[in-house]
């Protein structure tokens, strides 16, 4: 039987990137990692994409791991191409519909209040005295974040009216939109749970020496088991977005009340993999094989 064909949209050169080669080559699949930034779409005579001059159709599945920020027109091109590519019938993991609802923190929000979901109160617009008024409704005590963005960059916390009001003035000048959440006490500790499928496959607790819980600014990664609790709010949130696999973000209040504070498209594990016994990335790709029948 030939070689199931794998392409990953990303660097071979990260921590991830390595983990990936050894876990697909384990299964005797040599991936072919494509530079995002070198995508080129065809329409016409011919209809297709490359990446780095090889037509993309010529895989079984497209592995996307970065989809690196820059102007609107270019985030909007890179999502077009892999919308064509899964039009024309290649296997995106994560589908592009599925990455463009994680990657707006407030679209997932939303879909995960509609699903049923507990979310933080949260409070959006572009207005500065909205903002200051949401400000005031979330207790003085809030969250801005920004509403594209991971591992923790960019969030504050704001306490008291001046700095709140110096801070979205800042936020007014560079053309952002004001995203806040009340701010859950949380004893400096969340969870992160990866999914695939319909599966936890592993768990971790992040115990930080403040309010930020994210591994890279220094928070310690400790093993958990997944409860049934934790497992029925990670896969619900997994299935309210259309996620393949993706890691989900909980938090536990201080009176014990669980929320749903994000789900992330193109999830790091490095972090978690210092606590997990096995190895996830031989996890993830025994999963994402299993989708093109590999």
Known sequence: MESTKVSILGSPD?????????????????PVFI?????????????????????????????????????????????????????????????????????????????LQQAGLPVPETRVGEDLAQAM????????????????GSRGVGMVRVTEPDTA???????????YIFYLQKFIPHNNRDIRVLVAGDRCLAAMERVGENWKTNISVGAQPMKLDVSAEIGDLSLRAARSVGADYCGVDLLSSETGEWYVIEVNSMPAWQGLQQVTEFNIANRLVDYCCSLVGA
């Open 133 to 148: 008024e949401g400000f005031h409704q979330l207790g003085d005590d809030a969250v801005v974040k920004p509403l594209f």
């Open 35 to 111: 530079d995002p930034l070198s995508l080129q779409a065809f329409l016409g005579e011919k209809m297709g994409i490359l990446g780095q001059g090889t037509d993309l159709l010529h895989f079984d599945m497209l592995l996307v791991r970065e989809v690196p920020g820059g102007s609107l027109e270019q985030i909007i091109f890179r999502m077009d191409a892999l919308h064509q590519l899964e039009n024309m019938g290649l296997k995106v993991i994560n589908s592009p519909y599925a990455i463009e609802k994680m990657v707006d923190k407030y679209y997932t929000s939303s879909l």
């Open 165 to 175: 009001s110096r801070t979205f003035r800042a936020l007014q000048l560079g053309g």
């Open 14 to 30: 990260s921590w991830h990137g390595q983990e990936l080669i050894r876990a697909f080559e384990g299964r005797g699949i040599k």
